[in-house]
C-alpha cells in the first residue's frame, strides 16, 4: 500500500462531515469557514510511543488519545472545536494497527463533530502529532490568567484515576476486578470537558486542563494570574476506585502529580459560586469539587488540619 492509497483509504473521510469544510484532505491545504465574530483558537500535541503511553497500547486507544489531548487544551480555552490534521509517523503501513487507529480517532471526533481536514503521513518511530483548530465568540476565551485573590479553586472529575489507570498497566500498583478496569479506562481513554469548558465562559476567572498533575497545573495557572494558591488536601476529590486500590496517601500523591487526567481545573470569583453550581447540576456536567482558594503573593501551598504539606512536582520532560 503506497502513501496516497493510505491517505485515502483511512483518512480522506475521517472524523465528522462539516459544511465548514470548503476543502478537506486532497489538496495541498485546507480551507475552512470561520464563524462571523469568532476567534480562531489553535492548539497542537505529540505523543509519542513510550513516553505518552506504553509501547504496545492498541491502535485505537493510541487514535483517541491523539486527538483526546487536544480536545482537553480546546476545553481549557473554552473553546468549539470544529477542524484537526494529522501528522503521523509510523515505523511501516500496518493495515490492522491503521484500522484500529483510524477507529479510535473517529470515535472521539464524532462524539466532538471534528472533521480531519489534512496532515502528513510519515516513516519513523510512531509518533503521533494532532494540531486541533475551533473557535470561540471574540473575546470570551477562558485564559490561564484572570485569577484574583479571594477566587476559588474547582476541578472537575477524578484526579489521579488516570495516574492509577497507568501505573496498574506498568505493573506499578496492584488490583483487580471492576476498580482496575475501571482506573485503566480512564487512562485508556480520557473523556475531555469539551461542553463543559464551553460552558464555564462567563464563569470561570481562569482556566487550565491537568495534564502534567493537579498541583503543577495549578502553579501555571497562579503564575500566569499572578497569584499564588493554597489546596486544602482533605478536599481532593478520590475516587472509590483509587482509594481501594492505592490506599488514602498514595492515591491523594496520584491526584496531586499523576498527570494524564485531562480534567479542567479553574477559579471562579466567590460571588460566582452559584452560577457554577447551576452549572456543574445540569445535565451531563461533570463532577466539581472546590478544593482551594486563590490568594495574594507567589507559589501552590497544600494544607491539611496539621498544617503544610510538600507539594509534590508534576510532569516536565526536560527535568534535569
Ligand atoms: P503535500 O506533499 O502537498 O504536503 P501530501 O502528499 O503530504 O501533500 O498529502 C496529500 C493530502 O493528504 C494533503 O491534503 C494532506 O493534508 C493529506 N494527508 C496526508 N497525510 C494525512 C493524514 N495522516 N491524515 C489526514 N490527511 C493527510
Ligand atoms: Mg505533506
Given amino acids: 500500500m503506497g502513501e496516497f492509497e493510505l491517505i485515502e483509504r483511512y483518512f480522506a473521510k475521517l472524523g465528522a462531515a462539516r459544511r465548514d469544510v470548503l476543502l478537506g484532505v486532497g489538496d495541498d491545504a485546507a480551507l475552512l469557514a470561520m464563524p462571523q465574530g469568532h476567534e480562531l483558537v489553535a492548539c497542537v500535541d505529540t505523543i509519542v510511543d513510550g513516553r505518552h503511553f506504553p509501547s504496545g497500547t492498541r491502535a485505537d486507544d493510541v487514535g483517541w488519545r491523539a486527538l483526546a489531548v487536544n480536545l482537553s487544551d480546546l476545553a481549557a480555552m473554552g473553546a468549539t472545536p470544529a477542524w484537526a490534521t494529522l501528522a503521523l509517523t509510523m515505523p511501516a503501513a500496518d493495515e490492522d494497527w491503521l484500522e484500529g487507529f483510524a477507529a479510535g480517532f473517529a470515535a472521539l471526533a464524532g462524539v466532538h463533530k471534528v472533521a480531519l481536514v489534512g496532515g502528513d503521513t510519515t516513516r519513523g518511530p510512531l509518533a503521533v502529532t494532532v494540531q486541533l483548530l475551533g473557535h470561540v465568540a471574540a473575546g470570551t476565551a477562558l485564559r490561564r490568567s484572570g485569577a484574583g485573590a479571594g477566587d476559588l479553586v474547582y476541578v472537575t472529575g477524578w484526579p489521579g484515576d488516570a495516574a492509577a489507570g497507568l501505573a496498574l ?20 481513554r480520557p473523556e475531555p470537558r469539551v461542553a463543559f469548558g464551553e460552558r464555564l465562559r462567563g464563569v470561570a476567572s481562569a482556566c487550565i486542563d491537568v495534564s502534567d498533575g493537579l498541583a503543577a497545573d495549578l502553579g501555571r495557572l497562579a503564575a500566569a494570574s499572578g497569584v499564588g494558591a493554597t489546596l486544602r488536601a482533605r478536599e481532593l476529590p478520590l475516587s472509590r476506585a483509587l482509594y481501594a486500590l492505592a490506599g488514602e ?36 456536567s461533570p463532577a466539581c469539587h472546590c478544593i482551594g482558594e486563590i490568594t495574594a503573593g507567589r507559589g501552590v501551598r497544600l494544607l491539611d488540619e496539621r498544617g503544610e504539606l510538600r507539594v509534590p512536582p508534576g510532569w516536565d520532560h526536560f527535568a534535569t
Avoid at 498497566?169 to 485503566?184: D, F, K, V
Avoid at 491526584?255 to 445540569?282: K, N
Wanted: hydrophobic share 45%; no cysteine; aromatic share 6%.
Fill in 169 to 188: 498497566l506498568e505493573g506499578r500498583l496492584g488490583g483487580q476486578g471492576a476498580n482496575r478496569s475501571a482506573l485503566e479506562g480512564k487512562f485508556r
Fill in 249 to 284: 496517601q498514595r492515591a491523594r500523591e496520584l491526584a496531586l502529580a499523576g498527570g494524564d487526567d485531562y480534567e479542567l481545573l479553574f477559579t471562579v470569583p466567590a460571588a460566582a459560586r452559584q452560577a457554577l453550581a447551576a452549572l456543574s447540576a445540569g445535565p451531563g
